[in-house]
């Protein structure tokens, strides 16, 4: 069981701060996405405790978690965001973002992407390939403007971590490639709508061992070396995301304290403002789906299914990932089954866990799936006709609908028949 600040029993009662889990699904309906305020302002606060000693710069990777009322929690911070599309610029933009906090990544950019990055006037967009830097360049003579930008290396490293989120390496799409790079520096000085203000990397998400961090590190810093060598004026060194949260209590993730304890003596002689772009840490143990029960059935060989009303469209991280997810009764039982907690879609990947020991829950009552504040409600879908679910914010004894769930009309809204 996770144990959480946020997310803790009373009375064999499972509650988000200061509110019953049960509260919620009555006047919200399910499935619902439930976050703690709290816990979002907890993580940012512990990431820059972490990194206090090193200039710096913490952009959310809005990718993670796109909700507006997220985003603005962050940004009241002081927190800017990192965008990979016109889409996630145009909600950084609605949430109150300022363009200046703004980077803009990603290995597609599109024309109409540019020209809306570069009029809104985000901080920098981060180039990964020769013929996207020209394409900036163009775009930007076209507005009259100097675009900023980073590079985004691909450093060669690959992390481990699940094969889908490794995206440092030689066989991945992401970043210009190292032998590359002096020709890319060559082109530089032929673009005269580029500065070039930044060194970029990622090297995946949910890395555990702090020496990827570190092989990476060395590259970046190379390359930084070298650009200064070559007379340019790299203000801004970007590490990317990829810090890791626990999802499973056996396998409890890094603390962040062990990545700044290699990055902070490697990057403060630099001189520049290190830039991050952690996702993933900052939301993940923040929300949970709430799901209820509909139905139990077992198999002639005696395996037992709670069919759930979430699946894979509101959750797919199991499915895509094979990603575990705590799984918890919102009423505690003192008995327990071993049970597989599936969805209710026509796909046998639909699945939330797999031969689990949970309380003997009943028709009707609530599941908890836990860590589901990063990659989960972002990716959600209306596959199978389903509905995207609603979305609340709690803070305290305070409850706020930030998402309000689908309608059927929805459903069809830009269909034309
Ligand atoms: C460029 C970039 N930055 C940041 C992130 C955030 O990663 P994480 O959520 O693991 O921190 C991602 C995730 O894929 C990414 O592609």
Same mark, same amino acid.
């Given at each position: 069981?996770?144990?959480?600040?946020?997310?803790?029993?009373?009375?064999?009662?499972?509650?988000?701060?200061?509110?019953?889990?049960?509260?919620?699904?009555?006047?919200?309906?399910?499935?619902?996405?439930?976050?703690?305020?709290?816990?979002?302002?907890?993580s940012?606060?512990?990431?820059?405790?972490?990194?206090?000693?090193?200039?710096?710069?913490?952009?959310?990777?809005?990718?993670?978690?796109?909700?507006?009322?997220?985003?603005?929690?962050?940004?009241?911070?002081?927190?800017?965001?990192?965008?990979? +599309?016109?889409?996630?610029?145009?909600? !950084?933009?609605?949430?109150?973002?300022?363009?200046?906090?703004?980077?803009?990544?990603?290995?597609?950019?599109?024309?109409?992407?540019?020209?809306?990055?570069?009029?809104?006037?985000?901080?920098m967009?981060? !180039?990964?390939?020769?013929?996207?830097?020209?394409?900036?360049?163009r775009?930007?003579?076209?507005?009259?403007?100097?675009? +900023?930008?980073?590079?985004?290396?691909?450093?060669?490293?690959?992390?481990?971590?699940?094969?889908?989120?490794?995206?440092?390496?030689?066989?991945?799409?992401?970043?210009?490639?190292?032998?590359?790079?002096?020709?890319?520096?060559?082109?530089?000085?032929?673009?005269?709508?580029l500065?070039?203000?930044?060194?970029?990397?990622?090297?995946?998400?949910?890395?555990f061992?702090?020496?990827?961090?570190?092989?990476?590190?060395v590259?970046?810093?190379?390359?930084?070396?070298?650009?200064?060598?070559?007379?340019?004026?790299?203000?801004?060194?970007?590490?990317?995301?990829g810090?890791?949260?626990?999802?499973?209590?056996?396998?409890?993730?890094?603390?962040?304290?062990?990545?700044a304890e290699?990055?902070?003596?490697?990057?403060?002689? !630099?001189?520049?403002?290190?830039?991050?772009?952690?996702?993933?840490?900052?939301?993940a143990?923040?929300?949970?789906?709430?799901?209820?029960?509909?139905?139990?059935?077992?198999n002639?060989?005696?395996?037992?299914?709670?069919?759930?009303?979430?699946?894979?469209?509101?959750?797919?991280?199991?499915?895509?990932?094979?990603?575990?997810?705590?799984?918890? !009764?919102? +009423?505690?039982?003192?008995?327990?089954?071993?049970?597989?907690?599936?969805?209710?879609?026509?796909?046998?990947?639909?699945?939330?866990?797999?031969?689990?020991?949970?309380?003997?829950?009943?028709?009707?009552?609530?599941?908890?799936?836990?860590?589901?504040?990063?990659?989960?409600?972002?990716?959600?879908?209306?596959?199978?006709?389903?509905?995207?679910?609603?979305?609340?914010?709690?803070?305290?004894?305070?409850?706020k609908?930030?998402?309000?769930?689908?309608?059927?009309?929805?459903?069809?809204?830009?269909?034309?028949?």
């Open positions: 069981m996770l144990d959480s600040n946020y997310f803790y029993y009373t009375d064999k009662r499972l509650n988000c701060d200061e509110v019953r889990l049960e509260e919620l699904a009555s006047t919200f309906g399910t499935p619902l996405y439930v976050t703690s305020s709290k816990s979002l302002v907890d940012y606060n512990a990431f820059e405790h972490a990194f206090r000693a090193l200039p710096h710069f913490t952009c959310y990777s809005v990718k993670a978690n796109f909700n507006l009322s997220v985003i603005r929690a962050f940004a009241e911070l002081g927190c800017g965001c990192d965008v990979n +599309s016109g889409g996630e610029l145009y909600r !950084a933009l609605q949430a109150g973002v300022a363009p200046d906090k703004i980077i803009f990544a990603g290995v597609g950019k599109k024309h109409e992407e540019i020209m809306y990055s570069l009029k809104c006037g985000v901080f967009l981060k !180039a990964e390939s020769i013929s996207e830097l020209r394409s900036i360049d775009i930007a003579g076209e507005l009259g403007k100097i675009a +900023s930008v980073a590079l985004r290396i691909n450093p060669n490293v690959t992390a481990e971590t699940h094969p889908y989120i490794t995206t440092g390496g030689s066989k991945e799409k992401f970043g210009i490639d190292e032998a590359e790079i002096p020709e890319v520096f060559a082109l530089l000085g032929q673009l005269p709508n500065r070039l203000i930044g060194l970029d990397m990622h090297i995946g998400s949910q890395i061992d702090p020496e990827y961090y570190v092989a990476a590190t590259k970046l810093l190379a390359l930084f070396n070298l650009s200064k060598t070559l007379g340019f004026a790299v203000e801004f060194l970007d590490i990317g995301g810090f890791p949260v626990t999802y499973d209590p056996l396998k409890p993730a890094t603390l962040i304290e062990r990545f290699k990055l902070v003596p490697m990057l403060q002689p !630099a001189g520049v403002t290190v830039i991050f772009e952690p996702g993933r840490y900052l939301v143990n923040a929300s949970v789906l709430l799901t209820k029960i509909l139905y139990k059935k077992r002639h060989a005696g395996k037992e299914f709670l069919v759930v009303d979430a699946g894979m469209t509101e959750l797919i991280r199991p499915a895509l990932y094979q990603s575990h997810h705590e799984v918890q !009764a919102v +009423s505690r039982h003192d008995k327990t089954v071993v049970a597989d907690v599936v969805g209710p879609i026509c796909e046998s990947s639909d699945f939330f866990a797999r031969h689990r020991e949970i309380d003997a829950v009943e028709e009707g009552e609530l599941l908890a799936v836990m860590s589901c504040g990063a990659y989960a409600s972002v990716m959600s879908s209306n596959y199978n006709g389903r509905l995207r679910p609603a979305e609340v914010m709690v803070n305290g004894s305070e409850v609908l930030v998402r309000k769930r689908e309608s059927y009309e929805q459903l069809i809204l830009n269909e034309l028949l």
